[in-house]
């Protein structure tokens, strides 16, 4: 189901946002940006949170769970209704699972749980309309990027919650930081609740064989300087060997995504379109902005130094025409390199220890020299409540047990004990015995809950030197800076269609030194952006994001 | 009054005499009007700005601002004329040779040795364009191709063929005609199949020669399916063979674009990273509207100068 989630996530994403890369696949360059959020500015009027007043009284907009001298009320027993995507579990164990969990649910906070499940098919018809017609749910689900949360809330569907939250859901409260609020701020309400104790990164890497590296006398591949030694090592020391043996195609960016993180002080962000993204933010301090490093000097200089690579054949040298499976080419021995996300660097490991167990691996993170990265938009996956709802403070106490009560925690994730888990000695979880997926298979929809820290971990091989890789980048975890902004391309369609063009033309041949003279090729790409619009499409962005900030304050 | 009384009588014997034909024609009449006929409407997304959550007749209308950015590309003219010369060759060269297989077929004696042959040249039509490509890369790459090994031998220097743009034009007609001739002999075999074999054992007793008989009886005999053929393919000129293109070439080889950017290319990298449905829309639209009028106008000239072998 996840996956099934994941790729409509996806492929939603892909539709909705014409400013996104989904990170992952061969696509080096990420961007936190388009449809997204998280934190607004300094700058910016945001929820203060820090200074927000509790009282000892609080009636609640429902007035059933009034606070009464710093107490919660919660003597009328009430029904939260829950909505949640997906299709609900084939053999019902769900219902089961709620039974038990009402039961828990009676006692704590005098509630019951009541889940309605939108199914896939034409999920986002139905999502619609069970908003238009003003169903009281009191928590629904809901993302920024592909149920379009902002629209939702522009148009007045959901609730602030930013008064009640510190009553009703104090671990939630405490546990989340000022910058992760204002990535659930619309105009100044909170209108969902963020997805931020799941951690996840997604940091360009280039895979490449340590043991080789240690061979050639290199003690890590770290910079471009590094990469070039390590690749002209594999030129002369392993005959039949490609550094960098992979196909080009109109989506081929990871050259370009290492110059931007390691030459450059460019991020990505709403505004930068497609693969090729050909517009950028001009830095993490300025982020606020919309520049081209295509434009840049520097960008002459990367085009020079690819050609003179590519002619030395770190690349095959039909790479733009080839079809080339660049992780079977990797893990067989015949590339030096392999270029994917952090995501997908874990399993790489396990695979390659199977192909060849003497093979060492270690990565080049782009991302490391400058020592930050962009976390996904706080409401990646969310959770709201409804304007209409009726039960909108003891929704807030149940999520906030969904999400930081242990016993609440397991249970709603991952089912009953000893029907759809089993810890064992080891306490690494996994199946009971007696499991059948065709009656005892649940899963929990309300991905926003999920949180390390009450995790279970499942059994993995090669868990410590996964874990040593996310202890190495998660200091570099900066949340998404650009709040609940969206890029409207109403005006500009013309344009980043046309800039499209221009980019998965110009970007894969140029950074693959395949288009001709370096500098002649530059001058074509630039040519061919403004013949796109270019700087039309920038003026649009720097004027969306200054509405947008005058909105904010 | 009695004049219509008769041609009511008329109709109605027409119709008693036809409706058993008419019956056989309903599944196919269906057939059209539900997928080609009912999802037309559909044409208007290419004039929307399209809104997921408006649908296609809810969306803002926008005309045709959708083509907007192929005119900001300025390789409009490129474009055409690449994707309209190519079909003309692969049009052209492909009746040349499918006609002259027909006719050789035509002409051969052993029967079983006619099948054996007539399978294999079929057998190119059924391996997908994601396999050719696999194949011109083995052929064609610089590194150790199939053609560079094979000049090796005779001491040439090897080729470049994936950064060689005046080759394209050869290879890609090659492809075509390769993968398209035999299947597409196959209807004017059978145009032969049908002719009069009086006709030929009478130039026979006359004692014309083979080239005789080919040139004045059974080259004739096939102008009017070569006509048929040419105006019903005349519809596609604008429309470029993506699969063969995408897949010989790659997306973004820019070396080879000045010889080998058709518009269905062009369209791919606008679209790759960017699901603008109303914009692909928009450009198919204009592909069929200009492949209408074509065949409308070949049908025309076609009238004026051989009435009998128009379409309509």
Redesign the interface.
Same mark, same amino acid.
């Given at each position: 189901m996840k996956k099934v989630k994941r790729i409509l996530a996806l492929m939603s994403a892909l539709a909705m946002t014409c400013g996104m890369l989904a990170g992952c696949g061969d696509a080096g360059v990420e961007s936190n940006g388009g449809s997204n959020t998280a934190t607004v500015a300094e700058t910016n009027a945001v929820v203060d949170t820090e200074n927000m007043v509790v009282e000892q009284n609080f009636e609640g907009p429902s007035g059933n769970t009034p606070v009464v001298d710093g107490k919660i009320d919660t003597s009328k027993f009430v029904t939260v209704k829950m909505l949640m995507l997906g299709d609900p579990p084939a053999g019902g164990a769900d219902k089961k699972v709620y039974e038990e969990l009402n039961k828990i649910l009676k006692e704590r906070i005098n509630a019951e749980l009541d889940v309605t499940w939108i199914e896939w098919n034409n999920y986002d018809t139905k999502y619609q309309m069970e908003l238009v017609s003003g169903t009281p749910y009191d928590l629904i689900f809901t993302t920024s990027t592909w149920l379009n949360l902002w629209g939702n809330a522009e148009k007045g569907a959901f609730m602030d919650m930013k008064e009640m939250l510190p009553y009703y859901a104090p671990n939630l409260w405490a546990d989340t930081k000022k910058e992760e609020w204002a990535g659930c701020t619309y105009k100044g309400q909170i209108v969902a609740l963020p997805e931020h104790r799941m951690w996840q990164l997604s940091t360009p890497v280039f895979v490449y064989r340590a043991d080789w590296a240690k061979e050639f006398g290199i003690d890590k591949v770290d910079s471009m300087e590094t990469l070039e030694q390590y690749c002209d090592a594999i030129l002369a020391n392993k005959p039949g060997v490609i550094p960098y043996n992979a196909p080009g195609s109109v989506n081929s960016n990871e050259l370009y995504a290492m110059w931007l993180r390691q030459e450059t002080d460019y991020v990505l962000g709403p505004g930068s379109i497609g693969m090729g993204c050909p517009t950028t933010n001009k830095s993490k301090d300025e982020n606020w902005t919309c520049v081209s490093p295509v434009f840049d000097d520097k960008f002459v200089d990367f085009a020079k130094k690819m050609k003179e690579w590519g002619d030395k054949g770190y690349w095959p040298e039909d790479l733009l025409s080839a079809t080339i499976d660049s992780e079977a080419m990797f893990l067989s021995g015949k590339s030096g390199i392999y270029s994917c996300n952090v995501s997908g660097y874990y399993p790489e490991i396990g695979k390659m220890a199977k192909e060849d167990p003497s093979a060492e691996l270690d990565a080049f993170f782009f991302d490391e020299k400058r020592g930050f990265c962009f976390s996904d938009v706080m409401t990646q996956d969310s959770c709201s409540i409804t304007a209409t709802a009726e039960n909108p403070e003891r929704a807030l106490m149940m999520y906030d047990l969904f999400q930081y009560d242990p016993e609440i925690y397991h249970l709603t994730q991952y089912g009953i004990e000893g029907v759809q888990y089993v810890v064992n000695a080891d306490g690494y979880r996994e199946r009971p015995e007696s499991y059948n997926d065709e009656t005892d298979s649940y899963y929990w929809d309300m991905w926003s809950t999920r949180n390390d820290a009450l995790e279970i971990p499942e059994y993995n091989e090669y868990e410590d030197q996964i874990d040593a890789i996310k202890a190495k980048i998660k200091p570099w975890t900066t949340v998404n800076p650009w709040g609940s902004f969206v890029l409207n391309t109403t005006n500009v369609d013309a344009e980043v269609t046309a800039i499209n063009e221009a980019a998965s033309t110009w970007l894969p041949a140029i950074q693959f030194g395949k288009a001709g003279d370096p500098e002649e090729a530059v001058a074509q790409y630039r040519e061919a952006l403004t013949n796109a619009g270019i700087d039309t499409y920038m003026a649009e962005v720097e004027r969306q994001m200054k509405e947008y900030l005058a909105d904010q304050e | 009054m009695g004049r219509s009384l008769e041609e009511k009588k008329k109709r109605k014997k027409a119709w008693k005499k036809d409706r058993k034909f008419l019956l056989l024609c309903i599944p196919a009449i269906i057939f059209f009007l539900i997928f080609a006929y009912l999802p037309m409407p559909g044409i208007y997304v290419a004039f929307v700005?399209f809104d997921? &959550?408006k649908g296609i007749f809810g969306s803002q209308f926008i005309g045709l601002?959708?083509l907007?950015?192929i005119f $900001?590309? &300025?390789k409009l003219g490129l474009l055409v004329r690449n994707t309209v010369l190519y079909n003309f060759a692969f049009i052209v060269s492909g009746m040349i040779v499918q006609v002259l297989i027909a006719v050789l077929f035509n002409e051969l004696d052993s029967k079983i040795f006619r099948k054996y042959a007539q399978s294999f040249m079929i057998l190119p039509n059924f391996i997908s364009y994601v396999l050719v490509?696999?194949f011109g890369?083995a052929i064609?790459?610089?590194?150790n191709g199939v053609l560079n090994m094979v000049l090796g031998w005779f001491g040439s220097d090897p080729v470049?063929?994936?950064?060689e743009p005046a080759l394209w034009p050869f290879i890609l007609v090659f492809i075509s005609i390769w993968k398209g001739a035999g299947y597409g002999s196959i209807v004017y075999f059978a145009a032969l199949m049908g002719l009069d074999g009086e006709m030929l054992e009478a130039a026979q007793v006359d004692g014309a020669s083979t080239i005789q008989r080919i040139r004045y009886i059974i080259l004739p005999c096939l102008r009017p399916t070569v006509i048929l053929l040419l105006l019903l393919s005349m519809g596609g000129i604008l429309r470029g063979n993506f699969d063969l293109f995408y897949n $010989?070439?790659? &997306?973004?080889?820019?070396?080879l674009?000045d010889k080998t950017d058709i518009l269905e290319t062009?369209i791919?990298?606008? $679209?790759?990273?960017?699901?603008?449905f109303s914009?692909a829309a928009a450009v198919s639209f204009v592909q069929s509207v200009f492949g209408f009028i074509l065949v409308l106008a070949t049908n025309t000239i076609v009238k004026k100068v051989e009435p009998d072998y128009a379409i309509f």
């Open positions: - | 700005r997921y &959550g601002q959708n907007k950015f $900001m590309s &300025g490509g696999l890369f064609f790459n610089s590194t470049k063929v994936y950064s $010989m070439i790659g &997306g973004s080889n820019v070396t674009l062009f791919f990298r606008a $679209m790759v990273s960017n699901a603008n914009t």
